[in-house]
């Protein structure tokens, strides 16, 4: 064979053995990349759709606690969902295996007890008190006839600092304050100053400054202990004694910074007005909040999805006697569902939305849906979604499966909203789990 020929016939089959490997490998780096671990909940079916690069059967090795559809365990695929029979809590190892024969992913498959909580859609009244004081503007003391300062800013205090301590006492309100000041003052010394920042604490030396004109010591700070607002209760966990609500965490209205809960409430609330949502102006819900014999619960933590505390019992006006289930993230499907929300006094309606997008997330996030309301009674009434509806639940196939979180701005009808799965983890009702990825409800 002459040489050209060789080097042509090698280049052949070079390119050949490129093209299978490569085939190969894909896949390969594909099932990498599949979920470590998938929770579900026993008794429960459960469909999954596994984003397998190709045809593949899968196996397990506990099958007195996962069951498998045998028809569709022979043949997964991108398509085709993966039928789970989860039959009591415990682990398994479920194993996918390449067109039926090599094993090249393993996914530990933790059943969870069976969960149900009662879907909430009241509106409530929230009021908690941060634990400190929260620093929300510097201004000046006039100390002399051209002289202007701010003690505060000068000890390199800033805005959304928490003041926890000053001369080693604990701060529970801003009477411990002026108390403090007057004491300095008088005294001629500084006040030492324990305060957050973020995660940091931070110390510093506060010297109060005389105000010629009030007569009284100041400090250079405006500060706040306390926030007030109408929101939605998300659900109720009878089996564990708490509730979510807000699907969104509590800021500060000057400073944007989320308010460290030292104590709260959830109080009864009624709906007098509301004013619509229009596209740059998201509307609110007018609300006032009930006697406070109607207290429905505390406030322990405030979180990037909500607010959540103890609650004795299931309050007034809900849709549903008992606990609904509640769905995984992976579970969650474009198409019809509903939100349970409070438009006039206090009476919960169902409405009818679209989910428009689901988001595949690897980790709890804020934005997992986007929602589109649908029902021309609640576009009507509110143009949409409007402030103080955040924190209503999203139904979808008869499982709570999120809360509405956000509205676009520029779009009223349509907004974000968040996976309950991460409200009930933050909850404390679910354990936190490495999240899947690349899931799909089949």
Known sequence: MNSPLRKKLLGLLFAFFLCVLSQAIQPMQSYASLPDEV??????QTDVRLAVPAASSAVVDRPDIIGLDQQSALRVTRQMPLHLHPQQ??????????????????VNVKVIPDLRVVPGGQTIGVKVKSAGILVVGHHLVRSGADERKSPGEAAGIKLGDL???????????????????ELAGKQSKGIDVVLK??????????????????????LGLYIRDSAA?????????????????????????NTQTSIVVGSGQ???SNVTSIAKSETGDPGEKRAHFLKESKILGNIERNTAFGIFGKMSQNPEHSLYSQGIPVAFSHEVKEGPAEILTV????????????????????????????????DPKLIDKTGGIVQGMSGSPIVQNGKLIGAVTHVFVNDPKSGYGC???????????MMKKEQSKNLKAG
């Open 39 to 44: 929770q579900v909940f026993a008794g429960r």
């Open 89 to 106: 809590t415990g682990h398994a190892k479920l194993t996918l295996k390449l067109w039926g024969k090599i094993p090249v992913k393993t």
């Open 163 to 181: 003041i926890t301590h000053m001369d080693g006492k604990r701060l529970d309100g801003v009477s411990g304050v002026a108390e403090a000041v």
């Open 197 to 218: 920042r973020g995660d940091e604490t931070v110390k510093t030396k506060l010297t109060p400054a005389y105000d010629a004109e009030d007569k009284a010591w100041r």
């Open 229 to 253: 607002g109408v929101g939605t209760l998300t659900f109720y966990a009878p089996d564990q004694g708490v509730y979510g609500a807000l699907g969104h965490v509590i800021t500060d209205m």
């Open 266 to 268: 959830i109080v009864q």
């Open 343 to 374: 438009v006039e006094g206090q009476q919960v309606e169902r409405f009818a939305i679209d989910i428009v997008h689901v988001a595949d997330q690897s980790e709890p996030a804020t934005k997992g849906l986007v929602l589109r309301i649908t």
């Open 419 to 429: 996976f309950i799965e991460w409200m009930l983890q933050d909850a404390g009702v």
